[in-house]
Structure formats: C-alpha cells, structure tokens
C-alpha cells in the first residue's frame, strides 16, 4: 500500500498537493481517523464499521473531487456544491469538485456530516 505522500507524487498536481495537504490539516483537527491511500484515491475511514465516509480523487490538474456516500439530500448544503450520484458506478451517492482553499472550510462541514451520519 502507497502512502499518502507517494500516492500524492504520482497523482497529483503541485496545487492539488497544496489543496489536500490544508484539507488533511483541517481534518485532523477535529478527528484522528484514518486517511488512507490506494492506486486511485484517497480513503477517509471511520466510524464503528471502519467504512469510507468519504473519498478524495483530483480531477483536472487543480481540482480536488470529494466523493461521498450520502445522498445529497441527506446534508445541510446552502452553497449547493454537492452533485447527487446515486447511479455512480464507484458507489458514491454525492460529490463535490473544488479548486479554491477559500472553501476548505465549507468542504470540511461537509465531510463532518458525512462522518457524522456514517459513524455508526
């Protein structure tokens, strides 16, 4: 299994880098779970059931796309940033796509709901 650092050489773009590594920063504040990197994305797991609440891909070659398993209905998103992908064959219900870290804040409530209504 590749680290998050290896994982990151090889996939990602030196602003996807810099976008990922504030946004693991953010994370790791409020929670110590783990992050977790396979051949094409980045695993957040957590939870009583160790499942991915949600899944970091980059996309383009300044976007971070954050995939998660809950319908978009399901969070409280006044910015309407998530797109719902209940038919998704990666098995994701939401998405996000971002590129600006002006909304690392705004991602990171998303990814505490996601965790919240997973962790059980």
Known sequence: ???IQEFLEENASYSQKQLFF??????????????????TQISFKGG???RNFAVARFEGST??????NCDRD???DPCS????MTFSRRGA???LTFSRIEDLDYVLSLIKQSYEKNRF
């Open 48 to 50: 009583s059931r160790n």
């Open 63 to 68: 976007g971070l796309q954050i995939s998660f």
């Open 93 to 95: 219900n939401s998405r």
């Open 1 to 3: 299994m590749k680290t």
């Open 81 to 84: 940033m998530l797109q719902n």
């Open 22 to 39: 504030a946004l693991e920063e953010k994370i790791r504040k409020f929670s110590n779970f783990p992050i977790i990197a396979h051949s």
């Open 74 to 76: 399901n969070f409280t």
